[in-house]
């Protein structure tokens, strides 16, 4: 079964850290870019980041720069997204969506929501002033 699984959500304090990960399987890993996305309510979903399948690229939305870091470990199918200096204007249930031989960029992280087939399930993420 292909599917992607979200986890490390929670409740933190403002300038916390959290630590969230996407373990993929039933597909080859390796060839799909990851991103991760998010949604508040009331909101509609936002790109955060992402990271490429071919050269381990990086790319960030300007809110989350310097505080967030997106990582993979191919070998455990597994990608991380380091969630530093939290904010309560962080909170958000947090997806994960794969790409197959997706460019990771801004037009991914910018309107990878609307054209993205496969996602996870979602982790909450909230944070307390």
């Known amino acids: 079964e292909v599917q992607l699984v979200e986890s490390g959500g929670g409740l933190v304090q403002a300038g916390g850290s959290l630590r969230l990960s996407c373990a993929a399987s039933?597909?080859?890993?390796?060839?799909?870019?990851i991103g991760w996305f998010r949604q508040a309510p009331g909101k509609e979903r936002e790109g955060v980041s992402c990271?490429?399948?071919?050269?381990?690229?990086?790319y960030y939305t300007d809110s989350v720069k310097g505080r967030f870091t997106i990582s993979r470990n191919n070998a455990k199918n597994t990608v991380y997204l380091q969630m530093n200096s939290l904010k309560p204007e962080d909170t958000a249930v947090y997806y994960c969506?794969?790409?197959?031989?997706?460019?990771?960029?801004?037009?991914?992280?910018?309107?990878?929501?609307?054209?993205?087939?496969?996602w996870g399930q979602g982790t909450l993420v909230t944070v307390s002033s």
């Open positions: 969506a794969a790409d197959y031989l997706g460019l990771c960029g801004s037009y991914y992280v910018n309107e990878g929501h609307r054209y993205l087939e496969l």
């Open positions: 990271i490429s399948s071919s050269d381990g690229s990086t």
């Open positions: 039933g597909f080859t890993f390796d060839d799909y870019a």
